[in-house]
């Protein structure tokens, strides 16, 4: 009853299995999703958004991610625990997503970090790899620089297929040990799971990647608008209205609590 290990899912692709990754935040869903047996939770910077209500994964910082990622961790028992480096805290220099990196390893528990980007930051991989931490890579559709995409859109159409598949290529030569694909053609994250010994992990990827994330709040129908990639799997918004609603009611009406909710 150990914890899933970079060396499992590496094996899992050997075998052809599909593995699903889905987002954590907190002790309660991170404790639900580790017993449903996701053997991947990912503390994303999405947390900018659900957690902390921003519009975009920039404003989120290493010490906003630290507590998250601490209670996620704390709160699992078979889940590899993977923290995203937020913006700002690893494009610098190698030495700097270390510092970062550290952090959520030490500070947060996680046992992989993951950093976006592809080429550019193969120096940080090659740094937090050389000093024992599991780096997950993240191409195509990379949040953190959406200013520089201009959008959020999908990426790799046409000729920027190439140089994906480059990227992809040299996350693998860096030595990370997984890669998301975010937004691509389903045909071209056919071709990067192909081509890559790592795992792919899809989203908005099509099916033919090696496993698959969503964010759960999306996927669990909390998130007011979703992308075309996301499948609602449940309707926790109208159960939560539903239930605030009714509880308002009763407290308004005088029915709740009742007797069986109060001390003698
Ligand atoms: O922050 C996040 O939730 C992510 C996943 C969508 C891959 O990076
Ligand atoms: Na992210």
Sequence with gaps: NRR????DLALAKQ????WPMLTAYD???????DEAGIPVLLVGDSAAMVVFGYDSTLPVTIDDMVPLTAAVSRSTKRAL??????FGSYQGSAEQALAAASRLMKDGGAQAVKLEGGRRIAPQVETLVSAGIPVMGHIGLTPQSVNVLGGYRVQGRGEAGADLLADAKELERAGAFAVVLECVPADLAAEVTAQLTIPTIGIGAGVHTDAQVLVWQDMAGLTPHVAKFVKTYADLGASLTAA??????????GTFPEERHSYS
């Design 81 to 86: 625990v993977v923290a995203d480096l937020t």
């Design 244 to 253: 605030a609603r009714s509880y308002a009611e009763e407290v308004v009406a």
């Design 4 to 7: 899933v290990t970079v060396r």
């Design 15 to 18: 075998r052809g299995e599909r």
């Design 27 to 33: 002790a309660l869903t991170s404790r639900v999703f």
